[in-house]
């Protein structure tokens, strides 16, 4: 459902020159799979996911979503995607029911069917008890809820999860991994960007640990464990940074 192949992006910057935020990325994603992105904030994950969703145009390297390239079938990539971010982006005078509505009519899904959606979602995410609330009266894992209702309304087969749990308290982070759990169970595509290493460990069917724009390692948690002898997964994580650091390290001039 997702294949990237080298994919690369760099910016100008004018006292630094040319950034490299993604650095000839590899990685391929199933239907019925969560494939996490581990990182710390500045890894380039969520460069990546903007590329992945049309928002940034790579440097070079090749991208497919849903079979849809996204650098020269766009739309068709965006029709097949839901994006969420912590950022929920929520409009303070529209009600969570029009909040949703509004994103699938976007989509120009048929009224009737529309009309079901809603129903079932809001049933499914418990949301009926906020239905008419305003934006700016909900909490922040109110606004969570919306912005998964919203991500998913259209039903696409490909969902990007940009740290949707940053900011929440335990009970809702819960209830956001829950839903994504579920997600996959109907056969979707999910990329999960985190670095928090509970949730990879907890969620994750295969995780690549992406550090500096560079994707230091890739696989299921077992097959990692198994590949780099370590059995603490947060242990692993830093001995790859460590490991790339020293690296790096070695290359100054």
């Given at each position: 459902?997702?294949?990237?192949?080298?994919?690369?992006?760099?910016?100008?910057?004018?006292?630094?020159?040319?950034?490299?935020?993604?650095?000839?990325?590899?990685?391929?994603?199933?239907?019925?799979?969560?494939?996490?992105?581990?990182?710390p904030n500045g890894a380039g994950k969520t460069t990546c996911l903007r590329m992945l969703s049309t928002v940034l145009q790579?440097?070079?390297?090749?991208?497919?979503?849903?079979?849809?390239?996204?650098?020269?079938?766009?739309?068709?990539?965006?029709?097949?995607?839901?994006?969420?971010?912590?950022?929920?982006?929520?409009?303070?005078?529209?009600?969570?029911?029009?909040?949703?509505?509004?994103?699938?009519?976007?989509?120009?899904?048929?009224?009737?069917?529309?009309?079901?959606?809603?129903?079932?979602?809001?049933?499914?995410?418990?949301?009926?008890?906020?239905?008419?609330?305003?934006?700016?009266?909900?909490?922040?894992?109110?606004?969570?809820?919306?912005?998964?209702?919203?991500?998913?309304?259209?039903?696409?087969?490909?969902?990007?999860?940009?740290?949707?749990?940053?900011?929440?308290?335990?009970?809702?982070?819960?209830?956001?991994?829950?839903?994504?759990?579920?997600?996959?169970?109907?056969?979707?595509?999910?990329?999960?960007?985190?670095?928090?290493?509970?949730?990879?460990?907890?969620?994750?069917?295969?995780?690549?640990?992406?550090?500096?724009?560079?994707?230091?390692?890739?696989?299921?948690?077992?097959?990692?464990?198994?590949?780099?002898?370590?059995?603490?997964?947060?242990?692993?994580?830093?001995?790859?940074?460590?490991?790339?650091?020293?690296?790096?390290?070695?290359?100054?001039?």
């Amino acid at each position: 459902m997702i294949h990237v192949e080298q994919l690369s992006k760099s910016f100008d910057d004018l006292r630094r020159g040319s950034i490299v935020a993604l650095d000839s990325v590899s990685f391929d994603v199933e239907a019925g799979e969560i494939f996490g992105l581990l990182g710390p904030n500045g890894a380039g994950k969520t460069t990546c996911l903007r590329m992945l969703s049309t928002v940034l145009q790579p440097t070079g390297g090749v991208a497919t979503v849903a079979g849809y390239d996204v650098m020269t079938q766009p739309q068709d990539v965006r029709t097949h995607i839901g994006f969420m971010s912590c950022n929920t982006g929520i409009y303070d005078r529209m009600t969570a029911w029009e909040m949703v509505e509004y994103f699938g009519r976007l989509y120009d899904i048929e009224e009737n069917e529309l009309q079901e959606r809603l129903d079932r979602i809001f049933t499914t995410l418990q949301m009926n008890d906020i239905r008419d609330m305003l934006g700016s009266k909900m909490s922040t894992g109110m606004k969570q809820k919306v912005s998964i209702a919203r991500t998913i309304i259209h039903d696409p087969p490909v969902l990007i999860f940009d740290e949707p749990t940053s900011g929440l308290d335990v009970l809702v982070a819960r209830a956001v991994l829950k839903t994504i759990e579920a997600l996959r169970e109907e056969g979707k595509c999910i990329i999960f960007s985190t670095h928090i290493m509970r949730e990879v460990e907890k969620l994750c069917d295969r995780v690549a640990v992406i550090y500096k724009g560079k994707i230091l390692a890739i696989g299921s948690i077992p097959e990692l464990e198994e590949q780099y002898h370590e059995s603490d997964m947060e242990e692993l994580f830093f001995n790859l940074i460590q490991e790339h650091e020293d690296q790096l390290a070695m290359k100054a001039p």
